[in-house]
Nanobody
Framework: VQLQASGGGLVQVGGSLKLSCTAS????????MGWSRQAPGKEREYVAA????????LYTDAVKGRFIISRDNAKNTVYLQMNRLELEDTAVYYC????????????WGQGTQVTVSS
């Protein structure tokens, strides 16, 4: 599986940004998809995940109520809608794919930079 993320950029505190990730292959709906991020000087951390059929979603506590993960299996694409962005959300965001919604990722895409400014 190859993953191509896009949509990063510069946004002010309180703003919104939507990330997209398109996957190669014909078995997209079999994978749990997710997003992780890595801030400068910090370890990579899990952000959100969604099951293959989109019926189950998981979020890390830091983004609950602000971020929404969704997917369009017809387009082989997973999204991360990020609202009420905070300075602490500044990071490189990575798209991931795994066997289930809560499994460790088997595949990683290249990162897309999100920078939140005051």
């Amino acid at each position: 599986v190859q993953l191509q993320a896009s949509g990063g950029g510069l946004v002010q505190v309180g703003g919104s940004l939507k990330l997209s990730c398109t996957a190669s292959g014909r078995t997209f709906n079999r994978y749990g998809m997710g997003w992780s991020r890595q801030a400068p000087g910090k370890e990579r951390e899990y952000v959100a995940a969604i099951s293959g059929d989109g019926s189950s979603t998981l979020y890390t506590d830091a983004v609950k109520g602000r971020f929404i993960i969704s997917r369009d299996n017809a387009k082989n694409t997973v999204y991360l809608q990020m609202n009420r962005l905070e300075l602490e959300d500044t990071a490189v965001y990575y798209c991931t794919a795994g066997r289930t919604v809560d499994a460790a990722p088997d595949y990683w895409g290249q990162g897309t930079q999100v920078t939140v400014s005051s």
